[in-house]
């Protein structure tokens, strides 16, 4: 059987081959950066790899958590008595409240 190193391309690091000349020094180079390289990378994700989350975002966010803590409301006996109520005639609109809630809307 073939030894594993030998067959291993000297592309992928920590290879086990024998690397000499030129191609040594170009290999060293790829695994490494060297200090100031390092440096400029470094100020690169400080300055780059922070998230600024809008105000609005966080409003909307514990806005929603509210609503999710509230408890459920059971308005199905309401309705199922104003279902009745319009289906028999019986139902009596307020007109003067439909009036007073279409006009604070609008101011």
Do not use: C, H
């Not at 000297?10 to 695994?31: C, D, E, R, S, Y």
């Not at 309401?78 to 007073?100: H, P, S």
């Amino acid at each position: 059987m073939n030894n594993i190193d030998s067959t291993r391309s000297k592309f992928f690091p920590n290879t086990q081959t024998n690397v000499t000349g030129k191609n040594a020094a170009k290999i060293k180079a790829l695994q490494r950066n060297d200090a100031s390289r390092f440096n400029e990378l470094k100020d690169m994700e400080k300055r780059d790899s922070s998230v600024t989350i809008p105000e609005a975002v966080k409003d909307f966010s514990r806005i929603r958590k509210a609503v999710d803590a509230a408890p459920e409301v059971d308005n199905s006996d309401k309705i199922a008595k104003l279902r009745d109520q319009i289906q028999n005639g019986t139902y009596k609109m307020n007109f003067e409240a439909i009036a007073d809630k279409i006009l604070n809307e609008e101011i």
